[in-house]
């Protein structure tokens, strides 16, 4: 393997913006601030999201970033600032790393991910099985 996943995280890392759970906290009633959950749906109805976030599955999210994609969706064109977050900030880095180089901003990630955010004791909203 050339280029594994540790080396695609640090380069991820170094050129992303990485907030806390308390940083999102501080935040996440702003109208300007929107989270985005990359997790499998299995994942948000086992554990639960962030209140507020939307789900955007990590396999769709260049496609739904993309306003030229038949799979476009509105909320990326926003222009709202967009927090994406995982169960423990690695999938988040790296996507927020892949769309920031697709022209989308201004995004961030959230670090330590859901699991982080649970671990503050911060607000968690249950996600009904459909």
Same mark, same amino acid.
Request: with cysteine.
């Given at each position: 393997?050339?280029?594994?996943?540790?080396?695609?995280?640090?380069?991820?890392?170094?050129?992303?913006?990485?907030?806390?759970?308390?940083?999102?906290?501080?935040?996440?009633?702003?109208?300007?601030?929107?989270?985005?959950?990359?997790?499998?749906?299995?994942?948000?109805?086992?554990?639960?999201?962030?209140?507020?976030?939307?789900?955007?599955?990590?396999? *769709?999210?260049?496609?739904?970033?993309?306003?030229?994609?038949?799979?476009?969706?509105?909320?990326?064109?926003?222009?709202?600032?967009?927090?994406?977050?995982?169960?423990?900030?690695?999938?988040?880095?790296?996507?927020?790393?892949?769309?920031?180089? *697709?022209?989308?901003?201004?995004?961030?990630?959230?670090?330590?991910?859901?699991?982080?955010?649970?671990?503050?004791?911060?607000?968690?909203?249950?996600?009904?099985?459909?």
């Amino acid at each position: 393997m050339k280029r594994g996943v540790e080396l695609l995280l640090k380069e991820a890392n170094e050129v992303i913006e990485t907030m806390s759970a308390e940083d999102v906290k501080a935040v996440m009633a702003d109208e300007n601030i929107q989270l985005i959950d990359i997790r499998d749906i299995r994942e948000l109805w086992r554990e639960g999201k962030i209140p507020g976030a939307y789900h955007a599955p990590r396999g *769709m999210l260049e496609f739904w970033v993309d306003p030229d994609s038949p799979y476009f969706k509105e909320i990326f064109g926003s222009g709202k600032k967009l927090i994406f977050y995982c169960a423990a900030g690695a999938r988040s880095a790296l996507s927020t790393h892949t769309l920031q180089t *697709m022209g989308l901003e201004p995004i961030a990630h959230l670090g330590g991910g859901f699991g982080g955010w649970k671990q503050a004791g911060y607000p968690i909203e249950e996600v009904e099985q459909k």
